[in-house]
């Protein structure tokens, strides 16, 4: 399949275009992001083409754009690091397969090892956002201090003693 085979963006909601592949180009545009970016989150691990054309083109399809658009809000919303994108990205895998695995096992033993790791690595998102949360209300507070420090100028601007 080539990239011509598809017009339009992609809809989640139709089988067909998740099935759709789409060249590094078009989902740069779509997602927002440089081809550069594109190709050092698939240097870092956090991507992998859905797939690569005969001229060795990457190929994406509606799953990658949806992680490309997850990867920029963890990047650009939250300011999240490569390495905690990585993480974050890392345990939401885990948590697929953990939910499979236990839905597929009736061993209680296999059962509570499966929870026992998803409670471990949902309480490591809990805390990379509870430091992730830490720093941004101490740049908040110093804004707040700067901006009081402001005020003060401006009202001994108005206000000066006479």
Same mark, same amino acid.
């Given at each position: 399949?080539?990239?011509?085979?598809?017009?339009?963006?992609?809809?989640?909601?139709?089988?067909?275009?998740?099935?759709?592949?789409?060249?590094?180009?078009?989902?740069? #545009?779509?997602?927002?992001?440089?081809?550069?970016?594109?190709?050092?989150?698939?240097?870092? @691990?956090?991507?992998?083409?859905?797939?690569?054309?005969? @001229?060795?083109?990457?190929?994406?399809?509606?799953? #990658?754009?949806?992680?490309?658009?997850?990867?920029?809000?963890?990047? #650009?919303?939250?300011?999240?690091?490569?390495?905690?994108?990585?993480?974050?990205?890392?345990?939401?895998?885990?948590?697929?397969?953990?939910?499979?695995?236990?839905?597929?096992? #009736?061993?209680?033993?296999?059962?509570?090892?499966?929870?026992?790791?998803?409670?471990?690595?949902?309480?490591?998102?809990?805390?990379?956002?509870?430091?992730?949360?830490?720093?941004?209300?101490?740049?908040?507070?110093?804004?707040?201090?700067?901006?009081?420090?402001?005020?003060?100028?401006?009202?001994?601007?108005?206000?000066?003693?006479?």
């Amino acid at each position: 399949m080539t990239t011509t085979d598809a017009v339009g963006p992609a809809d989640p909601a139709d089988p067909a275009d998740s099935a759709r592949l789409q060249r590094i180009q078009e989902v740069a #545009d779509e997602v927002g992001l440089t081809t550069r970016a594109i190709r050092y989150y698939e240097e870092q @691990g956090l991507l992998e083409p859905a797939a690569r054309s005969e @001229g060795a083109y990457r190929l994406y399809d509606a799953s #990658d754009v949806e992680r490309l658009r997850f990867i920029r809000g963890l990047r #650009d919303d939250a300011g999240f690091s490569v390495a905690h994108i990585r993480q974050l990205l890392e345990d939401e895998a885990a948590r697929e397969r953990n939910r499979e695995r236990y839905r597929s096992s #009736d061993d209680p033993a296999e059962r509570r090892a499966i929870l026992v790791d998803a409670l471990a690595r949902v309480d490591r998102q809990i805390g990379t956002l509870r430091d992730k949360a830490e720093r941004l209300s101490e740049m908040i507070d110093e804004a707040e201090r700067r901006r009081r420090h402001l005020v003060d100028h401006l009202a001994r601007l108005d206000h000066p003693a006479r």
